[in-house]
């Protein structure tokens, strides 16, 4: 099978029911695309786990506040669709905004709102984000009738937001939350990260060696979740011109604080900062020994 290349939800319905009739499986890669070994690695597990890979390339709007980056955020289907070929992806479903919203975004009247998991963190410092994930992430299930869908680690947050979705919404879908990708320094891939200027590029590096020293700290014994969160801050605060959005340790599947974590705890140590005009998020899960 070839790459094909669906522009429209009708299209991508047929061409996933035909594939669904022979009664094989279809793994679904959303993405927003510029895509990168991150996303690649997605596609490989979906391509090792399922008969065939969709991947979708949509830049979705309602997921970005006014202020943000929507209209400067990197696209290039050149790019996109030479990944998807190299790495066997089956189809590539890249829908206009006309097509996903046709009356316009602010026409759009139902809203899925998850609750609860979205409230901090990200859904602090963007409140109408995972409104706009849960909403696309909606209506591309429904367009890709996928059997399994892979996430990114990376964005930590959105992967309990769709497993909310999927759970409550009776979606029957396998979701398969794969680990973050790295660069060799440690700095978590991310389509975003063509945004810094390289002074940022070496200060961002900080990020991964927050979360490491956060790693000897529960090594060393550490168990008060407020001397983690210091340990991240200060590691953090060694470079200059960055500011933190936030850092700190929580209980993995509920993202609730706890004050002594125990033997067994799922924890996540939540990191976002901004250097210069470039926001980066990342996280590491520990089990607590
Ligand atoms: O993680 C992303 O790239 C986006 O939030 C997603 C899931 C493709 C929805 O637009």
Not at 174 to 197: C, F, I, W
């Amino acid at each position: 099978m070839g790459l094909t290349t669906l522009t429209t939800i009708r299209e991508m319905q047929a061409w996933s029911a035909s594939i669904l009739k022979e009664g094989k499986t279809i793994g679904f890669v959303p993405t927003m695309g510029y895509l990168h070994e991150g996303h690649a690695s997605l596609i490989r597990k979906a391509k090792s786990v399922c008969d065939v890979v969709v991947v979708s390339v949509f830049v979705n709007p309602t997921q970005f506040a006014p202020n943000e980056d929507f209209t400067k955020y990197p696209r290039s289907i050149e790019r996109d669709t030479e990944l998807a070929l190299t790495n066997g992806v089956d189809c590539v479903f890249m829908p206009s905004a006309s097509e996903m919203y046709p009356n316009g975004t602010d026409s759009v009247r139902t809203t899925i709102s998850v609750n609860t998991i979205t409230e901090k963190f990200e859904g602090a410092f963007r409140p109408t984000h995972f409104a706009g994930v849960a909403l696309v992430v909606t209506k591309l299930f429904l367009a890709v009738q996928p059997t399994d869908t892979f996430f990114g680690r990376k964005d930590y947050q959105q992967t309990l937001v769709i497993k909310s979705l999927i759970e409550d919404l009776n979606f029957p879908i396998r979701l398969h939350v794969e680990p973050t990708m790295r660069e060799k320094d440690g700095l978590a891939m991310s389509s975003r990260n063509v945004y810094l200027q390289p002074q940022e590029r070496s200060s961002s590096v900080i990020v991964f060696r927050a979360l490491s020293s956060c790693n000897n700290a529960i090594a060393n014994g550490i168990r008060s979740s407020a001397i983690l969160d210091s340990t991240i801050q200060e590691s953090l605060n060694t470079v200059e011109n960055l500011t933190i959005d936030y850092a700190e340790c929580v209980l993995a599947d509920t993202l609730e604080r706890k004050a002594e974590f125990v033997s067994g705890d799922k924890i996540v140590a939540l990191i976002a900062v901004r250097l210069g005009t470039v926001r980066l998020i990342d996280n590491e899960v520990f089990v607590i020994p």
